[in-house]
């Protein structure tokens, strides 16, 4: 089985119409997020039965499949290293080989970040590879992909983060939040709102607690999506704040 079978599956299922809609919507035109990202034409759920198809394909060839210059083929390598992650982290998560294949499944992640590279493939993988691993271990890293230069290792460091808010752990959220608060891309503005947001969902008190704290700090943007489920006149006492 060789990462070249899962381009000529998705070849087949190609098609130039969906492609040029797609290459619009992921921005991919010169000076835009996603530019010079190419498409094939193949959709979401498609991708998600192609990974399913493959899912016994080796690391080696995933990593061939990710480092590809079309989004659906690194979409599906995701999509195949998230389902060999859970196959390992929850039908083996004790054993010595279960833990070394999700470590191994983190350090390719996290060492293969160039071509994670549009928020559609951040925003599927990094809580379900990056987050789970990380929700038992130091949390360096994301600090790491905080400060850097990468806009898409950025975005990881807080989408990441919401494995831990599912488990009440909201720290590093607060943190990471308070670090990409001066960011100047509305991509992280909308992942940091987003992040606070699934925090008051949890626990509004904590949620408007960093409001109070940052609110000065904030892109409308990050402020109008961390507060979308607020009552109305909550949501108006902070906007005009």
């Given at each position: ?33 996603g530019e010079g990202d190419v498409f ?94 990380l929700s038992d271990k130091p949390r ?102």
């Amino acid at each position: 089985m060789k990462y070249t079978d899962v381009i000529s599956v998705l070849n087949k299922k190609a098609s130039k119409n969906k492609a040029k809609l797609l290459m619009r919507f992921f921005k991919t035109g010169e000076g835009q997020y996603g530019e010079g990202d190419v498409f094939l034409g193949v959709t979401m759920p498609e991708e998600r039965k192609v990974a399913k198809e493959f899912t016994d394909l080796p690391i080696g060839e995933v990593k061939k499949l990710l480092k590809s210059k079309y989004h659906e083929c690194r979409m599906v390598a995701l999509l195949i290293l998230i389902q060999k992650y859970k196959s390992y982290s929850v039908a083996k998560p004790a054993s010595a080989k279960g833990y070394g294949e999700v470590k191994h499944i983190f350090d390719v992640y996290v060492l293969n970040t160039k071509y994670i590279n549009n928020w559609d493939l951040v925003d599927l993988s990094a809580p379900n590879i990056v987050g789970s691993y990380l929700s038992d271990k130091p949390r360096d890293i994301l600090y790491k992909f905080a400060k850097s230069k990468s806009l898409w290792e950025r975005r990881i460091s807080v989408i990441s983060t919401s494995y831990f808010i599912r488990q009440n752990d909201f720290k590093d959220t607060l943190k990471i939040a308070e670090i990409l608060l001066p960011d100047k891309h509305d991509l992280i503005h909308k992942a940091v709102g987003w992040m606070l947001r699934e925090v008051g969902k949890k626990n509004e008190r904590v949620l408007c607690k960093f409001l109070d704290k940052n609110l000065t700090k904030m892109s409308r943007t990050a402020l109008r999506y961390s507060i979308e489920r607020f009552p109305e006149e909550s949501r108006q006492y902070y906007l005009k704040k």
